[in-house]
């Protein structure tokens, strides 16, 4: 961290802010120039937390300069890490697919989608019991009964089952069922869902918030870490902007920003990111090239008939087409060696 | 919903999107120009939550026109609503003022600011017992204990209290000290907890998102409601933008756009709104003159020395400052006729 | 500035960071941590723009910790600017009123608009004679022949004229007409316009870019500045966020924020601010209680008749209504010594 | 055109609003429901734009559904366009490269970097000699010494020239030296450069504002096209958000939309759209898969001794690895026919 004063601050203001600073065991080193007086902390950010030092006589500001999370950083463990979610592995080259409804409709609709998802060498099945709705009006999941279709759609096509979980008293039950509990966006800084997940014993794929940066992401998946559970993917899946063309920006660069700041895998959810259906094929082709360890996508037997999100379901066609894009792309790129892994 | 279909739409089509909207019991009207065709539909649009035209054949893009909140919503409830929160009024002409510290730190330093708070002629005690933290190494607050002093801090000065809730095992605990449960802004969207402290019996004061639409927001308060209370508040709390130099952007058109919207009172936070000290007079000055119903700010006896938020808390002596200023320019704009109710 | 390195960057690396930093005739510092090294940078600021240290071998990034701007800056010039347009004075107590149509659409419309604006006490008349529009086919100004329009409107009544100007080449021509010359939100960074209205010798309105910071704010001031051109006033218009129900999102801190940062009177226009009449009244109540040096505002004889913006457009009714309210606000809280000045 | 009416709104309003949409050659069809009422208005829409409806009485708002751009809509040119810049086609399969330095700084510089770029494949030499920079005191570029010496270097290696233009005055003096025009991000709504670079005989790069709306981007080129150029290529370069761990959010979804939208090519700047030159390599490689007609990119002998852009700046080695794998990759997607062309 460093403290900038105020041009007009007095030398008991320095020295009442590195007091503070060395209360907490960290060093302060001050630089005095002509126009400027800064102070210097050097140490491990987590004690600063105590110290709010913005508040003091004499301080501008403070800008902070090393990053709060540990567990999730790459400089704390420069391997890339692989999740192996019961035999499947998240990262390490080979894109990973989890694809399936918005939302787990009925029996027959589940098992057609995940007879479709299975044929086109996806390796988990997605589909919503509980659905976080902005309306209390719209279709809200079919919550215990969906996880059991899940559950029987594993039986039948040996997809692996990823699901969300948006209350704590679900996850025992959500686990039962479900290989992988996602953290849906809205939940991101849901902290008591967070630690809560982080000790249910399964891995966790953690969506990117509405509007959250790089770094409470990253710390989002801390807060999961921190309690015991290691096997966190993340997922990009757009960002709230200006644009309205769009239902929220994906934002790709993301993705490379990951792979520098995290050893955790990341993929991208191209269906939410965009919002049209149209949008789907070009940008997971686009999340292959830039590095994704793979991709969550909406397909539906009918799209048309969908109980949400319909305008950005693939129908069963659509899909087989982006699926055989995106197989032919990542296994050229390994080939040639021109795969984006860390940078 | 008005249904754009594109320029090369068939009759089909048309058919086919008419039969969908009527199939739920809604009014399809075709509008056939030159170039352009369009479905109007009518009706109740919650029955639209399952008809995804959008992904329908020949169909451009659907444009929403009604709103999917009722029971928050002026439209349904044209007088403004006045929340009675044990005796002190929410709404209806004099200002609310919900003051505090930002965590509860201590017995000492809570009864300590609940002194400078009452002095100064705010109705509630704000502080939080339970603090959703970006990072889980900053401090997370005093919990059961934190509640305890705050209502030990109630019986000492007759001030209401209110407090955040953040997970739903902790809602009946913290609804045993509060008069009134904060949700906050991170778990706006947090649907569980809404619907929770829909049924807790208390008046709730709702936190806008961090990135939330005051769409989203009315609708949030809808979920609430819909669980049968009617006692919600809403308090506009700054959104994320791409400006740096403030923590959030304070959106005081907010305050308007809900006095047209919706019957519920709405007050404002400048203090997480700016996340500077300096800029909380004026912006509460600003708040009172747009209409809001009420402030709630942090002060803290010695920002200097608080586990969180230091840099925007007030001191005792700026706190006083703002409160003469609110008290007297409220009072002015009422007497002249010019304060601004409903739009 | 600080400079953090990687946390492998070599003894090399940090020398010829230094080396660089150096060569410029700035100072630097070493501070060496466990985990972090970092390279303080003390002096003038405008002398790194040659030293891309960030793309050095080793850099992490680097963080600006001072301003860019001299003469807009406060630090170098603490006493508030009164900004004299020919005798009407621009900050120092009495807020300044600028008002009229979005567009001179006529000599009568504009005449009969001046005439309102001049009977409730406004010192300024406002329209535009060049209108920068989004699409090619909208309404795109009378040009010379409303600049002459506005001199005869300023005849008649004595108000003030202050006129958008678009291109390099019209510069004198409105000169001619106008007292003072806007920079339109599109404009903000159009640097060729702003150093030649820095020669112009007319006191320069300069509104804030759609998505500008504050920092790129002053930072266009100061382009004008630089010219030798001190006469300029800002005027907050509203940014572009994520939110869709107004057509921008006021941002009433920017006022606070000018007031601590800068010299410079500031302004605000809750016409374009919000996009809707209605929400003119409150925001204009607001801006001045805030803080701000003045209003602009859009008024039209008949606003379902107006070639642009007719939705944000006040009445001639509603406009009374609001300019009587911020006068009685204006002086109340000057005489009560809460006004908000300086911060 | 869909206006929906106040749900309090009288028959006489729906009148009048009849009258006004009629009153410009429309067409306007009424929907009335139980709460709603609502007027479809078909026909062009540039007519609208004298028609204010949202300020007529009993109107709640109005919702626009047809593009307001012509020309450069795929509804009115359903085949994409392919620009002839001299021999160099951009559009149609093959991608083009844009590369150089963001600045020319001497003959020396600008040589190397020209012979780089050469050697790598790249079709197109960009080097700006007018620089638009945020202040007044950073380098401004060297201006027509800049422009002669990139002649030269279009002699030297047979590169086509590709660099900014930001005042009208220069244009003439421009469009002499370079093959093609480029309108910078802060120039996309300066509408009087639009209108002269639409008349200036050269084909035009225009590159997306900072928080311009793709439908904003495209009015832009409509500008340009309306004055008889229809030699435009659009150049995506990130947007403004609320994210600072890169300069600007690389928005490649842009791509796919403008592909839907728009018969105009269009090409990504990952340098700018970053500011990291570590992602550039991964967001490149990312916009070929997306099914951009190029890329612009950055490209300095020595960044770390650039005079602006240098974090954002491959050094030769990177850039011919990124080259190499754009090469690679689009061809193997065209080959493939997993190539995204039209949407």
Not at 208 to 213: D, F, K, N, Y
Not at 232 to 238: D, M, Q
């Amino acid at each position: 961290m460093v403290i900038i004063m105020n041009p007009d601050a007095s030398a008991q203001n320095i020295k009442d802010v590195i007091e503070a600073v060395e209360s907490v065991g960290l060093e302060a080193k001050v630089m005095e120039g002509s126009q400027q007086k800064i102070v210097g902390v050097i140490g491990d950010k987590t004690k600063l937390a105590s110290v709010p030092v913005d508040a003091m006589d004499g301080v501008e500001q403070s800008v902070s300069i090393s990053k709060s999370y540990k567990l999730a950083s790459r400089e704390f463990h420069p391997q890339s890490s692989v999740i192996d979610v019961d035999g499947v592995k998240i990262g390490g080259g080979t894109p990973v697919v989890m694809a399936g409804p918005c939302a787990v409709e009925s029996r027959e609709q589940l098992f057609e989608a995940a007879d479709i998802v299975k044929s086109a060498g996806a390796q988990f099945l997605r589909g919503g019991a509980y659905k976080p709705r902005t309306s209390p009006y719209s279709f809200q999941g079919l919550e215990q009964q969906g996880l059991e279709y899940l559950a029987e759609a594993r039986e039948r096509t040996g997809l692996k089952i990823v699901t969300e979980v948006t209350v704590v008293e679900a996850i025992e039950q959500v686990a039962k069922y479900a290989d992988m509990l996602q953290i849906g966006a809205r939940n991101m800084q849901n902290f008591g869902l967070l630690k809560e997940v982080g000790k249910c014993g399964k891995p966790v794929l953690l969506k990117r918030g509405l509007a959250a940066t790089i770094d409470e992401w990253l710390n989002a998946a801390e807060y999961i870490m921190n309690e015991g559970n290691p096997d966190v993917v993340l997922c990009e899946r757009g960002i709230r902007t200006y644009e309205t063309y769009t239902r929220n920006t994906l934002d790709l660069s993301a993705v490379a920003a990951v792979k520098h700041l995290s050893h955790l895998p990341v993929i991208v959810d191209p269906s939410h990111g965009t919002g049209k259906w149209r949008m789907v094929r070009p940008m997971a082709l686009a999340a292959i090239a830039s590095g994704a360890d793979g991709l969550m996508m909406e397909v539906h037997p009918n799209p048309a008939k969908a109980l949400s999100d319909g305008p950005q379901s693939l129908t069963p066609e659509h899909y087989r087409e982006v699926m055989n894009g995106i197989w032919k792309l990542s296994k050229f790129m390994q080939d040639e060696g021109i795969a984006v892994s860390e940078l």
